[in-house]
């Protein structure tokens, strides 16, 4: 049996599992070992996915499983991500409950997050579908693994993605993640034509992914392929899992990703896992008011009109939806 699902393409004996370990092929069946086997489920704000320019200020009913298509030595999920089925105790959740839930919690959207989304394809699915009928977005932060057909089938459910561009070669995407950097682009692109909204994150680690080159060539690419109003988030590194011995990412690095990006012509460039960094912030790309001043995943203020429009030269901002008025999260806020 072929498994279509992501660009490894796995064919998998009779008995046997595919790479992420979570479809096994029973008698000539292949079977999803995951389908509505929830791992974790939480309520986040919309910024932690990051998402910035989509429904901002949101909830986000998130939900994972477990397994992942890719495996990075770095994951900060791996207890999810890197076990088999059958080693995690997960809970059994049918769509309608996952909808459900994220109605009664007040969040117009649902996330799927934490693990690969992709892997999950069918429930996802059915999760999308009936949310849909509810009027409730759906949500995917991802490694951007996926075949172009299996996206074709299921890109009109799909609201938006935080798409993980890990580094910029081929090298580093076969050598630490067992992926294929050139599918992941290509992914990317096509979630972009076909109206998603899309964000990316790069993660940068020091001294594997962190030289000028590689994060001007990445720069290039995101102006090029996803346009420059398309936002990129720079984010930290923490040690984790494999890479527990590595030092965090130093600042000064994030701050020269993100000055090569505005070099580049990006106009919405983040850095993450930094709070209280001003890279936080949107600034108008034309006048450079601060127009949505943020501390972490909190909105501190919001100075765009309704029509998300700079109040001093009226540039129009690129975001999705409309700003959601939190409040009581996160009352005491320290710059
Ligand atoms: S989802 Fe990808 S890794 Fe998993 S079995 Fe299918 S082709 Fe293989």
């Not at 200020?57 to 998130?62: E, H, I, K, N, R």
């Not at 991500?81 to 995690?88: A, I, K, L």
Request: proline content about 7%; hydrophobic content about 35%.
């Amino acid at each position: 049996m072929r498994c279509t699902i992501c660009p490894r393409k796995c064919v998998i004996k009779p008995g046997e599992r595919g790479f992420c370990g979570t479809r096994e092929n029973r008698d000539g069946t292949l079977y999803s070992l995951i389908y509505g086997e929830v791992s974790a489920s939480a309520i986040d704000p919309i910024e932690k996915k990051p998402l910035f320019h989509f429904e901002p200020g949101s909830l986000t009913f998130s939900i994972s499983s477990v397994g992942c298509s890719f495996k990075c030595p770095w994951c900060q999920n791996y207890h999810i991500s890197q076990v088999r089925p059958e080693d995690y105790r997960t809970v059994r959740m049918e769509p309608e409950e996952v909808v459900k839930l994220a109605e009664k919690y007040g969040c117009p959207s649902i996330s799927i997050t934490y693990n690969e989304p992709i892997i999950w394809l069918e429930y996802v699915e059915d999760v999308a579908k009936l949310a849909k009928a509810r009027g409730l977005k759906i949500v995917l932060v991802t490694n951007g693994y996926i075949s172009l057909e299996a996206l074709d089938a299921v890109a009109g459910l799909i609201d938006a993605v935080n798409v993980d561009i890990k580094a910029f070669t081929e090298e580093f995407y076969r050598h630490y993640c067992k992926g294929t950097l050139k599918d992941v682009l290509q992914a990317t692109e096509a979630m972009k034509e076909k109206g998603i909204h899309v964000e990316a994150t790069n993660l940068i680690i020091p001294g594997l992914n962190d030289s000028e080159d590689e994060i001007r060539a990445l720069c290039k690419w995101h102006y090029e392929s996803l346009g420059p109003d398309t936002p990129l988030h720079f984010s930290r590194f923490f040690p984790c899992y494999k890479m527990a011995y590595k030092e965090p990412t130093p600042i000064s690095t994030l701050e020269k990703a993100r000055k090569i990006a505005v070099e580049e012509g990006l106009r919405y460039v983040y850095v993450g896992n930094l709070p209280g960094n001003p890279a936080e912030h949107t600034y108008c790309p034309s006048c450079h008011k601060v127009l949505i001043k943020r501390y972490g995943f909190e909105i501190a203020e919001w100075n765009l009109d309704e029509q998300m429009r700079c109040p001093e030269c009226g540039t129009k901002i690129p975001i999705k939806g409309r700003f959601h008025r939190r409040g009581g999260w996160f009352p005491l806020l320290i710059y």
